[in-house]
């Protein structure tokens, strides 16, 4: 019995069955997948040779009890009027484009609709899973879908209009905190002679990972940590000191710049939904 569909093979489409696979809460043989890259459907089937693939997006449709559409925002338009007539009442579509309202989803389809923000990080089974449930769907479909990302991160249930500065800090902060801490790692390698770019970032890679493990296995907060590390009149002090006069500066152009961006897009998905 095919219980799980997925519409797309991309970065988050495949983290998404890989690590559902993984958590042994589903098997290959109740998972049907399309793309529109066929070649990368090859790879899947050779990995997991009992996993089924489609030669449409309908088909994925009319055998999956919940479909995962793992598009881009732009694309879901046109996902959703080639497969309306494949699915039912009874289908639960499971969206991963932030900016498609829930009601629009719904009313294109007539199927139960949620909508997910996934995150690089189940990749190794950690992180948030931003989830977000229409009126339609029941109980027993929600307990279910949040078993299985329960399985690869931790659910966290938010109202739809959340979503945005949420999907911030979770599927897209890896992203951020590569960045700060490449560039964390240049500013070191600018201030020394013999240590090399690698040393630098495995330092800095272990310490991350030491801290990160810290917060959560200890329940410690920033301040906390701080104050065990940047003893008054110390030298952490000072830098933590610089850190703190030039970084909100920082961070306030880049959720700025992030959240127009996001704003851009849900513009232009309103106006071609609104053309269509």
Same mark, same amino acid.
């Given at each position: 019995?095919?219980?799980?569909?997925?519409?797309?093979?991309g970065s988050m489409g495949s983290m998404l069955i890989d690590a559902f696979l993984r958590s042994g809460n589903i098997k290959p043989g109740e998972i049907i997948?399309?793309? &529109?890259?066929?070649?990368?459907?090859?790879?899947?089937?050779?990995?997991?040779?009992?996993?089924?693939?489609?030669?449409?997006?309908?088909?994925?449709?009319?055998?999956a009890k919940y479909v995962f559409v793992c598009v881009k925002p732009l694309e879901v338009t046109g996902v959703l009027e080639e497969i309306r007539d494949s699915v039912s009442s009874d289908t639960n579509i499971i969206s991963i484009a932030g900016a498609v309202k829930?009601?629009?989803?719904?009313?294109?389809?007539?199927? =139960?609709?949620?909508?997910?923000?996934?995150?690089?990080?189940?990749?190794?089974?950690?992180?948030?899973?931003?989830?977000?449930?229409?009126?339609?769907?029941?109980?027993?479909?929600?307990?279910?879908?949040?078993?299985?990302?329960?399985?690869?991160s931790?659910?966290?249930?938010?109202?739809?209009?959340?979503?945005?500065?949420?999907?911030?800090?979770t599927s897209?902060?890896?992203?951020?905190?590569?960045?700060?801490?490449?560039?964390?790692?240049?500013?070191?390698? &600018?201030?020394t002679d013999s240590l090399s770019r690698t040393d630098i970032e495995e330092m800095v890679l272990r310490t991350l990972y030491g801290t990160s493990r810290l917060f959560i296995e200890k329940n410690m907060g920033f301040s906390e940590m701080i104050d065990r590390v940047a003893t008054k009149g110390?030298?952490?002090?000072?830098?933590? =000191?610089?850190l703190r006069k030039g970084l909100p500066d920082?961070?306030?152009?880049?959720f700025d710049?992030?959240?127009?961006? &996001?704003?851009?897009?849900?513009e232009k998905i309103e106006q071609n939904q609104v053309m269509k």
């Open positions: 019995m095919i219980i799980l569909g997925f519409i797309g093979y997948v399309s793309s &529109r890259t066929k070649s990368k459907l090859d790879i899947l089937k050779e990995k997991w040779i009992d996993i089924h693939t489609a030669d449409s997006n309908s088909e994925v449709a009319q055998k829930i009601a629009y989803i719904e009313k294109l389809t007539g199927a =139960k609709v949620t909508k997910l923000i996934p995150s690089l990080t189940s990749e190794v089974m950690e992180g948030i899973s931003l989830v977000c449930h229409g009126k339609t769907v029941s109980r027993e479909e929600s307990d279910y879908i949040e078993m299985l990302l329960n399985s690869i931790k659910v966290k249930l938010i109202r739809e209009e959340e979503f945005d500065l949420a999907t911030e800090l897209c902060m890896p992203g951020f905190i590569a960045s700060i801490f490449e560039e964390m790692v240049e500013s070191a390698f &600018r201030h110390g030298i952490t002090e000072e830098g933590v =000191k610089a920082v961070f306030d152009k880049m710049n992030t959240l127009f961006k &996001r704003k851009l897009i849900n």
